[in-house]
């Protein structure tokens, strides 16, 4: 696994994986991303950085039903994989861990 | 939601075209679910253009269907049919040769006509309104046909202009012949007199000055040719030149405007421009507004092309207003055409501003690169049959290793392009710099083949493909049904006894013999032409244009001390110089018939034989009421006493004193016509015509220019030997031969190489059987014959059938392009079959001599 860190925006789609769960599809995932952090995003984007998860081995993923809303087409349904679970885990760990070892003074600018 | 909105069909094809099948489904439901949304929150076009940027978003490597080329073996697959092609063409150089050399020669030829239409196409189309501008034509039976003319009746243009809505101007043109002085430069000339809107609808470019200028009376614009001819390359604006019109009437004209060089592709053009108003110089009893009087053309210009139907409904009213008044012609209806088209149209037109070949001409050119396509096409089929019977082993061995008959059919085709191809490429570069100027030599028509033509590039492309794929195809379906297995059993023979083959040498056999006859019979036509009687002794006439009786007095007057001199006339018109119209009337019906106004002695100087009754007498005024006619006026009036017969001309009764026999008035390219000769009047003496002693002609005219020179230093000299008057129509009758020629040539190199590689290819495909034959001790005799026996039949056949197709077909050519043609005759057709013939005789001797110099051993040992 070459390149096993994440990168910004698939962390968001990696996330947003997990609060949908089990409805996790591109729409409701650019939606939930949207309305969430404000920006708009496109669906194509958020395929892509699926697609390369899936391809990562953070993502597996399954068809769903057939819907009218769709065109009759099927959606493609992702869920995360312990692997991805530990991706999270561990980037949000680095950054708690980082967050940690500043100190106040960087904080403090009263002083200038 | 909205379930009647569907996507947008475009977008979807192309993301349908791009995307991997297997993630279509879900990709195609996340966009398609995004533009049902988006039409019920914005809107359908909004969520049209959402869906569309969507597509072109999700065009990414991770949508793409992979290209199956990028697969190892394609590549290898397709090195490996280009070296099979560059291997099995080196094998046979002779035959890739012929292939490829013969191919680029038809298409060299295709090329060259490609020039000549694209040329003839474009002749006038450089004038800006050239759709909006139109020619008045009209039909009257002038002559017992219903015939159309573009010398309109006087008064219409006006009156066109303010009766029609539509017509935003008018142009009227008048020739007139003239003399133009400028200094040491005195040159008869042709004087176009138009209306100052003529620049404006017909928008030759100016190289100086103002089109607008032509406003003023005393203004001319010239053309380059005649700018230079008077001024070189100097400036001529504000320059005066003087004009002396037939009418004795002169005046000064001050240049206002110089046009740049016409285009090529015209017909239209000028050399002098002045103000219509100037017509009253040049005749002074000319009204605009009678119908009697004509003008050389009336333009008109619509504001909208298709308002030209509402104008033709409404010329009814000027055919009322003309017939009365000008009874004698009464107009039968009126007719148009645009600028853009009337180049196609102009054959057909009497007295036109235009003058072009007529509509079958223009078949001729197509027709034989059509021709020359076709023979290179059957050569190509024959070799490429033939040469598969070398390849069969390949064919075999692909089909082995899983080629299917799509892949056999797209390798020999694509082969096949590829050699098109580069015939293409020699084909440019023999067009270019062999058969353009070659040809453009013999029609003297300057043409260049312009690369920035797009239609240029169209036309290359289909050429290549249409040659490519029609010569490619029915080799490459036969080969690709061939059974691998029936291969390598050695039971699949073929090329030897293919009926096609023989069907296509028969086709190139009948080709060749068509062009060969054409050629000889236009050679023999040539000799015809030139040895054609005129009608009169045109070898020891002379004749000198004079500009009044006075003149004529003075030249006459010295050149009578001429002792090489046997007879003079003076007279008004002259036959191939000359002549005017009159109507003669019978008491049943009218004929238009050329009028000449000749002296007594005319009939004698021209060597014109009298064949009935008597000439004019030689004392002056005599035998005004009189009139000699020529033998055609007779038939066609169908008089069978014709002396002493009566007819009214303009109400005044003349009688017939004489028949003479018809003479050629114009070039044999015209017919004869009904003809009558009246006495002139010794004041309208404008040419003076002189018979030489036999040999003499020239020292006559040399002493004649001396004469003149020392006469009339300020005229050009309008003269000469009185057999160069029509050197142009014999050039043009060359021109044909050498045309006829150069096909032949190009179409017996054709059918030549075709025959020589089939024959060659069917004798090493038979080297075996050969060898074995001498061996037994065949003679050189038995293989000959073996060898010839099954192209005798064929070419007996060929022949059969191509004599008499090439004798019909090159008769009618002949009568389509000579009004007295040579009568047809047969040394054409057998020159034809001499030449096809020996043609097979010396390609079969060349390989039967080759064969039987061979050892037999070599023969036994190849594969």
Known sequence: MGRSHLGEFEELVLLTVGVLYDDAYAVAITKEIANQSGRSVAVSAVHKSLYRLEEKGMLKSRLGEAESKRGGKRKRLFNITPFGKKAIDESMDLRVHLRNQISDLAFNWQAD | ?863
């Open chain 2, 1 to 863: 939601m909205s379930k009647n909105h569907k996507v947008p069909a475009v977008p979807h094809a192309f993301f349908k075209w791009y995307c991997k099948r297997d993630r279509y489904e879900e990709l195609h439901g996340d966009l398609e679910e995004f533009f049902y949304e988006n039409i019920t929150e914005r809107g359908l076009l909004r969520a049209r253009l959402y869906y569309l940027s969507d597509i072109i978003r999700c065009c990414q490597p991770y949508a793409w269907k992979k290209p199956k080329v990028y697969s190892n073996a394609h590549i290898i697959m397709i090195r490996n049919y280009f070296k099979t092609a560059l291997r099995s063409a080196l094998r046979n150089p002779l035959s890739s040769f012929i292939n490829v050399f013969g191919l680029s020669v038809a298409i060299g030829i295709c090329l060259v006509v490609y020039a000549f239409m694209k040329n003839d196409a474009d002749i006038d189309r450089f004038h800006e309104h050239k759709d909006k501008v139109f020619l008045t034509t009209f039909y009257a039976d002038r002559n017992g046909d219903l015939d159309q003319y573009g010398a309109t009746p006087a008064p219409l243009a006006k009156m066109l202009e303010q009766d029609q809505p539509h017509i935003e101007k008018v142009g009227r043109l008048k020739n007139s012949n003239v003399v133009v002085k400028y200094g040491d430069h005195v040159f008869y000339e042709l004087l176009k007199s138009v209306d100052p809107e003529f620049l404006e609808m017909l928008t030759f470019p100016l190289k100086w000055g103002d089109p607008g200028s032509l406003k003023d009376l005393n203004s001319v614009i010239l053309s380059e040719n005649a700018s230079v001819k008077y001024f070189g390359d100097k400036n001529p604006l504000g320059e005066e030149i003087l004009i002396k019109y037939n009418s004795g009437e002169k005046k000064f004209f001050k240049v206002t405007g110089v046009a740049k060089a016409f285009p090529d592709a015209r017909i239209i053009d000028f050399n002098f421009l002045v103000n219509f108003e100037n017509v009253w110089l040049a005749d002074p009893a000319f009204d605009s507004r009678d119908w009697r009087d004509y003008v050389g053309a009336t333009l008109i210009q619509l504001d909208d092309p298709a308002a030209i139907d509402d104008v033709k409904a409404g010329m009814e009213k000027y055919r009322e207003l003309q017939n009365p008044v000008g009874s004698d012609w009464a107009i039968a209806s009126f007719d148009f055409h645009s600028i853009h088209n009337l180049h196609y149209s102009s054959a057909d037109i009497i007295n036109g501003i235009s003058n072009d070949t007529t509509s079958a001409g223009r078949l001729v050119l197509p027709i034989i690169g059509l021709f020359m396509l076709a023979l290179a096409c059957f050569n190509y089929i024959n070799m490429a049959i033939g040469s598969a019977a070398k390849r069969l082993k390949e064919i075999g061995v692909r089909k082995v290793i899983g080629a299917n008959k799509g892949r056999v059919v797209v390798q020999f085709l694509a082969e096949n392009i590829f050699m098109t191809f580069f015939a293409l490429l020699i084909g440019i570069i023999l067009s270019v710099t062999l058969f353009l100027p070659w040809f453009g030599g013999i029609s003297d028509m300057q043409m260049d083949l312009s690369l920035m033509d797009a239609n240029l590039w169209v036309f290359l492309i289909s050429l290549l493909l249409v040659t490519g794929i029609i010569s490619g195809a029915y080799p490459a379906f036969y080969i690709a049904r061939f059974q691998a297995v029936k291969i390598f059993k050695g039971s699949t023979r073929f090329g030897k006894k293919n009926p096609l083959t023989k069907v296509f040498l028969a086709f190139q056999l009948i080709l060749a013999c068509i062009t060969i006859t054409g050629a000889v019979t236009f050679t023999q036509n040539t000799q015809y032409q030139s040895e054609r009687s005129w009608g009169y002794n045109q070898e020891e006439t002379l004749y000198a244009t004079v500009t009044n009786g006075q003149a004529h007095d003075q030249l006459a007057a010295v050149m009578s001390q001429n002792p090489d001199i046997v007879s003079m006339a003076g007279t008004t018109h002259h036959l191939g110089r000359g002549y005017s119209q009159a109507i003669v009337q019978l008491p049943e019906r009218k004929y238009e018939v050329i009028e000449m106004y000749v002296s007594p002695q005319y009939f004698e100087t021209m060597g014109l034989p009298l064949k009935h009754g008597r000439t004019f007498e030689q004392t002056p005024l005599s035998d005004q009421q009189a009139l000699v006619v020529n033998e055609t006026f007779v038939r066609r009036l169908g008089l069978s006493e014709p002396v002493d017969h009566i007819v009214n001309i303009d109400s005044t009764r003349y009688q017939i004193i004489g028949v003479v026999k018809d003479a050629h008035a114009y070039n044999f390219g015209n017919p004869i016509r009904p003809t009558i000769y009246r006495v002139a009047l010794k004041d309208n003496y404008y040419f003076l015509t002189m018979q030489a002693r036999p040999g003499k002609q020239i020292e006559v005219l040399n002493d004649m220019k001396e004469e003149w020179l020392k006469l009339f230093p300020e005229e050009p000299l309008l003269g000469g030997l009185q057999e160069d008057v029509w050197t142009g129509y014999f050039e043009r009758v060359d021109s044909y031969e050498r045309f006829n020629k150069a096909i032949a040539m190009v179409a017996v190199l054709l059918a030549g190489l075709g025959l020589y590689g089939l024959v060659s290819l069917n004798v090493s495909g038979r080297i075996r059987e050969f060898s074995i034959r001498k061996v037994l001790g065949a003679s050189r005799k038995h293989i000959a014959s073996n060898i010839a026996r099954q192209y005798t039949v064929l070419t007996i056949i060929a022949l059969l059938i191509g004599a008499p197709v090439s004798y019909m077909l090159v008769e009618a050519e002949l009568n389509l392009l000579f009004v007295y043609a040579l009568p047809m005759n047969f040394y054409g057709v057998i020159m034809a079959l001499l030449v096809l013939v020996s043609v097979l005789i010396f390609v079969i001797g060349t390989r039967v001599f080759k064969v039987s110099r061979a050892n037999p051993v070599n023969g036994l040992r190849t594969e």
